[in-house]
């Protein structure tokens, strides 16, 4: 059989069988040697470089060649057939496939460690995207899943193994403490890093919440909406027939509530004596009871120990109106997101129209700056930017370029200085 027909058979083969296909069995189906099938590939991978008339390239993997269309055909072929990715992938996900690359197989606590915050969620989707496959356990106390990137990954970012890595310092967030600062076999105690915290400052209606999980999203760090919690406690004191300004019947409302947040699922529940009160917090009387009681001192110091446990465990994303100056006062990064009154009271007035509460653009905004009065003057913890807030002005921006702001700002701050870990020997407050 002549060499051409080798080739011809050989491109056969790639075109139908769609993913790589080992060399080994490309050499068993061409009854050819290991050896002579490089060269077949090498071949081909030159003809079709020549053929400027091939939309077709030649990949090769570690032990395995596809074939593919040509770079330069993705806006035809995605046309033909859609988007190939439901979304791009967020940064937390480039994090999180980076280590996975440099340290296959690597554990879900081993990501952790890397990237300072609980990953399974991003995780979970790489598999489903198939770059991320599980390829065993470990053997050690709970035999954790051992995680690798796929063939499909290298595809994608053009590898033939994962060797053919840049170097990288994957010590995302400045979270790890250097492993080889101890001698081996020191086993002083190590202080554990303090979880990243952002904050997100605002006046009401200026996109804090869209903001906030917005930014949860590209980063893979949960947020907490802390206005919630002042909502749900505000609901309960209405419902309870009690004043959300009266300050001793709160205080006696508070000593029997208990007050969960459960963060699974990257959605808030905020749970009160055990229910949920997500479906009730949202309307503009529990918006005013919420105003009324968060001045209260007795409130405040029940509301902000819970937000600062929370910090405490967790990397979290805070948004409300005092986190970065009064919550987290210590918190790397801070934002101050604003917008006129106008603005704010139109994008209020679209989200109860979209609940189905009937009101008018003249009531949203009297409203709104009734509220943005209340916040300014209460003694308590007033709305204001901290002094070393970003102002994010969002009135003529989407929340997506707003988010863009944000992520700028959080990697300029990494490469200036390593101020997300805890100094060696004393511990996060």
């Known amino acids: 059989m002549s060499q051409a027909q080798d080739m011809a058979r050989l491109e056969a083969l790639l075109f139908v069988a769609g ?160 492993i080889t600062e101890s001698a081996p076999g020191d086993t002083a105690r190590r202080v554990a890093p303090r979880p990243l915290v952002i904050a997100i400052d605002g006046p009401s209606g200026s996109g804090k919440s869209t903001v906030a999980r917005f930014l949860s999203e590209h980063l893979g760090i949960l947020t907490l909406d802390t206005g919630a919690m002042y909502r749900a406690l505000g609901y309960k004191a209405l419902r309870s027939g009690i004043e959300p300004s009266d300050a001793e019947a709160v205080r006696v409302m508070l000593a029997s509530t208990t007050m969960e947040i459960d963060l699974s699922d990257r959605v808030q529940k905020t749970l009160v004596d055990g229910e949920d009160m997500s479906p009730y917090i949202r309307t503009p009387e529990a918006s005013k009871a919420a105003s009324d009681i968060s001045t209260l001192p007795v409130c405040r110091d029940y509301c902000v120990r819970i937000q600062r446990e929370l910090g405490k465990r967790q990397a979290l994303i805070l948004e409300g109106r005092d986190i970065g100056t009064y919550v987290f006062p210590d918190a790397p990064v801070k934002f101050f997101v604003t917008a006129s009154a106008e603005a704010r009271a139109q994008r209020r007035l679209k989200d109860l129209e979209k609940a189905g509460i009937e009101t008018s653009m003249e009531e949203v905004l009297s409203e709104m700056e009734e509220r943005d009065r209340q916040d300014a003057e209460r003694e308590l913890a007033p709305t204001k930017r901290a002094e070393d807030a970003i102002l994010i002005d969002s009135s003529r921006m989407s929340a997506a370029e707003v988010v863009d702001a944000m992520i700028d700002v959080i990697r300029q701050k990494e490469r200036e200085q390593p101020m997300w870990r805890t100094t060696p020997g004393v511990q996060a407050e």
């Open 19 to 178: 993913d790589p296909l080992a060399i080994e069995e490309l050499a068993r189906l061409l009854e050819k040697t290991e050896e002579e099938v490089e060269g077949l590939l090498e071949q081909l991978k030159r003809r079709y470089q020549r053929d400027q008339l091939s939309g077709l390239v030649l990949r090769e993997l570690e032990g395995a060649a596809a074939l593919a269309t040509a770079p330069e055909h993705k806006e035809l072929i995605e046309a033909f057939y859609g988007k190939t990715r439901d979304q791009k992938l967020t940064d937390a996900a480039y994090e999180t496939l980076a280590v996975i690359a440099y340290n296959a197989p690597a554990t879900r606590a081993e990501i952790e460690t890397v990237r300072g915050v609980d990953s399974d969620s991003v995780v979970a989707r790489l598999i489903e995207r198939g770059l991320v496959r599980e390829v065993g356990v470990l053997d050690a106390p709970g035999r954790p899943v051992l995680l690798d990137v796929t063939e499909q990954f290298l595809l994608d970012f053009g590898l033939k193994s994962t060797k053919e890595l840049p170097p990288v310092d994957l010590l995302m967030y400045d979270t790890v403490i250097r």
